[in-house]
């Protein structure tokens, strides 16, 4: 059974950096396009950027110039770097592959960022 399980979440100020991983169970990592989604309070689940088996990256244009997806198909991890975070990036971080599957919704990791 694939279990994807997000972990980095936290606090941080505006204008900070944070990084979220996404470690997955069973071999749908490195075949998949894997993506980074989030939810905010009261919005729906949005997707903020995606990367191929390949590495070819594509983003959301509220974080592009800021956000850097990354993979590593040895430790079945995907990684998304967050720079000059903002407080409307603040929301719940999800991973899934795109298009996404139900059955691969983690429990996520918040990511508030406030002053």
Excluded: H
Excluded at 8 to 28: D, E, F, H, K, Y
Excluded at 32 to 52: C, F, H
């Amino acid at each position: 059974q694939v279990r994807l399980v997000e972990s980095g979440g936290g606090l941080v100020q505006p204008g900070g950096s944070l990084r979220v991983s996404c470690a997955a169970s069973g071999n749908i990592f490195r075949i998949y396009t894997m993506g980074w989604y989030r939810q905010a309070p009261g919005k729906q689940r949005e997707l903020v950027a995606q990367i191929t088996s390949g590495g070819t990256t594509n983003y959301a244009d509220s974080v592009k110039g800021r956000f850097t997806i990354s993979r590593d198909n040895a430790k079945n991890t995907v990684y998304l770097q967050m720079n000059s975070l903002k407080p409307e990036d603040t929301a719940v971080y999800y991973c899934n592959k795109y298009p996404p599957s139900g059955v691969y919704w983690g429990q996520g990791t918040q990511v508030t960022v406030s002053s």
